[in-house]
């Protein structure tokens, strides 16, 4: 299980200090715990964001804020990251504490894989309409994410469903069943555009030629 190392702050410290010291201010609240200040390196957090994303479980090890204060590890979720629009990086964080033993419901990404055989035959095209469900589990089964395996969409009549997903043992399905995943979706035929013919500059053009063509009479 990954394992990612806190350290206890104070409410007085200033949010942008921690930040300017390559730390991300963050907060654990949940099971069993009261909700707690802390702050985690920032490249330490990323590298384990990378690999448990927000649906698996990671020890918190906090560290006390005093020499005496004794460290403790918890069980958490990272339940929300907020990320600097502009530069990218994480600003804040939530730690959800979980209890190992009792189900927790969260929502996991759906990682689409294969070609729909519709589309290869060229009938339409691949449409993802959910990209995320929702599932429940004990916390040590939560799965990093869902595998939709598109291929066997042959026609524009198939459909996979939220029910057609296979979850990990232990893992049940808290999105409703009938809920659309993937189709394909039939291809647009593209209309040849006709430019518009403007008929009075066309006679306009015919009518200046044969006053060019007529004969000269000579003058007597």
Do not use: C, W
Not at 67 to 80: C, F, S
Not at 85 to 100: E, N, Q, R, T, Y
Not at 102 to 119: C, I, Q, R, S
Not at 185 to 196: D, F, G, L, R, S
Request: glycine share 4%.
């Amino acid at each position: 299980m990954n394992t990612l190392t806190a350290t206890k702050r104070s409410k007085t410290e200033k949010l942008y200090a921690i930040r300017n010291n390559g730390m991300v201010p963050a907060v654990v609240y949940g099971a069993q715990v009261e909700n707690t200040l802390v702050s985690v390196l920032s490249t330490d957090f990323i590298k384990v964001l990378k690999v448990a994303g927000e649906t698996s479980t990671i020890v918190l090890d906090i560290a006390g804020a005093t020499e005496k204060e004794k460290a403790t590890k918890i069980d958490v979720l990272i339940h929300e990251v907020q990320v600097d629009p502009v530069k990218g990086f994480p600003v804040h964080i939530d730690f959800l504490a979980v209890d190992m033993n009792k189900v927790v419901e969260v929502t996991v990404p759906l990682e689409f894989v294969g070609t729909a055989k519709a589309e290869k035959d060229g009938l339409g095209t691949l449409v993802k309409v959910l990209h995320e469900i929702d599932i429940e589990a004990l916390p040590k089964d939560l799965p990093h994410n869902i595998e939709v395996d598109v291929s066997f969409i042959s026609t524009l009549e198939d459909f996979i469903h939220a029910k057609d997903l296979k979850l990990p043992k232990g893992v049940v399905l808290m999105t409703e069943g009938s809920e659309v995943v993937a189709l394909v979706a039939a291809a647009k035929e593209e209309k040849e555009e006709v430019a518009a013919v403007d008929l009075s500059a066309i006679e306009v053009e015919k009518k200046g030629k044969k006053e060019e063509e007529a004969p000269v009479s000579d003058a007597k």
